[in-house]
């Protein structure tokens, strides 16, 4: 799989394959690549230029796709109410939720001490709802429940 970004196979503009970078997260040990990719991919295809986008931004999905890059978070599969985690670039984000459909919590807090575009791209710790969390993967419900989500970042 890492050939076909070493090799340059990987279009960022072929909405299909967008979700590739966050494969690696489903691989024991591999995270990381998720972590490196989402974030040089960040860095080198969309920018504040009139073309800062790669591709057709097909109702947003292009641009969803950095938002949600950005602030640490992806859902890779669709239909499964789930999330794969990268590192965010924010030190802080809040997101508002509909408390109907979302057990009651109206808000969500994304905090990465220290984030940035360049040296603070690895996960070292997460916690969600100020309780540790193992893995690379939430839950919509998880997400939305917790209140917060917590990450701890390197540069390694």
């Not at 998720?34 to 860095?43: A, G, M, V, W, Y």
Request: hydrophobic share 35%; with cysteine; charged share 20%.
């Amino acid at each position: 799989m890492q050939a076909i970004f070493d090799k340059g196979l990987y279009d960022p503009a072929n909405e299909p394959d967008i979700a590739y970078p966050y494969l690696f997260s489903r691989i024991k040990g591999e995270a990381w690549r998720t972590q490196d990719l989402t974030r040089s991919l960040l860095r080198k295809h969309f920018t504040t230029q009139p073309d800062g986008i790669p591709g057709n931004d097909d109702t947003g999905t292009m641009s969803a796709w950095a938002v949600f890059s950005m602030i640490g978070f992806y859902p890779d599969v669709p239909g499964d109410p789930s999330y794969t985690l990268t590192a965010p670039v924010f030190s802080r984000v809040t997101l508002r939720l509909d408390p109907a459909l979302c057990g009651g919590r109206e808000q969500l807090v994304i905090t990465a001490p220290g984030a940035s575009w360049t040296d603070t791209r690895h996960i070292s710790a997460v916690r969600l709802g100020g309780k540790p969390h193992k893995g690379f993967r939430l839950t919509h419900k998880q997400l939305t429940e917790a209140g917060t989500l917590e990450y701890e970042l390197s540069d390694k």
